[in-house]
């Protein structure tokens, strides 16, 4: 392996002169924005050249220019340089932006996103997390057309999510669940087993749907004869708790309730559902405002917290 070029580091006053300089074009103008004498900007300027290797501006009788290269460095500078300042205005409620709009998949929010918006507010007071629920059909759509800034959810069909970016989370089961005391609840069952009660599944367009429907189809069993659909898991809860109807979900949304021993994971033969969770936005991370980026990292630490990794 060749060895790493080693290089000072540069300055955020080498930075700030560059972008006067480049702005006023001129050195004399810059020296007098900055409050200073044009003999330190002129030399900031030769410092940072150096660091460079590259001449930055072109000089004439009627001032100064940027070089190729300038440009180049020109580009970047003022994009970090806003960000950096956009960050400290967070902190004390002067940024311009001050609403982060999150839409989120319903068993994020009941496992993984208060935790998130805890770490995030403590971050950012001034900032307000716009909480939507996801829907079918209204979630890749909302993020291409700037109605949020975060998707949060399932990972789709990739045929229908092009342009899309997907930052992998962690991975989450999908079950089929029962109330404690339920017939299905000890043992192991065929999936035809099912067909003896009413089976609450996901509507149909919705991911989790496909799946069940790609599971029973693979493992050769008949559809359930009797079915309600929805996708409201408050109305899951509700019906398990008070009768025998199985539903099939993902973990997050009952994983309070799985923890406590109220309700039960079915034993399914053969049955290994697992779905990709993640954030997913338009042309990668990379392009991301400070304030999503934040948010995306609150995500990864409370994942890890949750050892869900």
Partial sequence: MGNAVSRQPFTMRQLEFFLEVANCKSVTKAAQALHTAQPNVSR????LEHLVGNRLFERSNEGVSLTPAGQALYTYVRSGIAQIEQAFNLFDGTATKRTLAVMVAPSISRSILPG???RFKKMFPHVTPRVMATAAGDMTESLRNGDVDLLVGRQDNPKDTYGVSFHHLYN???????RKDHQLAEGTHGLDALCDFT??????GVVIRDELDHFIMANGARQFPNTVETMSFDFIRAMLATSD???FCPEGVVRAELGRGDLVAVDIEGMAMMGSIGIATIGGTAR???LARAMMACFEDEVRAQGLE
Avoid: H, S
């Fill in 44 to 47: 900031t300027i030769r410092e």
């Fill in 116 to 118: 998130v918006t805890q």
């Fill in 172 to 178: 989450e089961p999908l079950l089929f669940v029962v």
């Fill in 199 to 204: 089976v609450m599944i996901p509507n149909p």
């Fill in 245 to 247: 109807m199985v539903a």
């Fill in 288 to 290: 991301l405002p400070t």
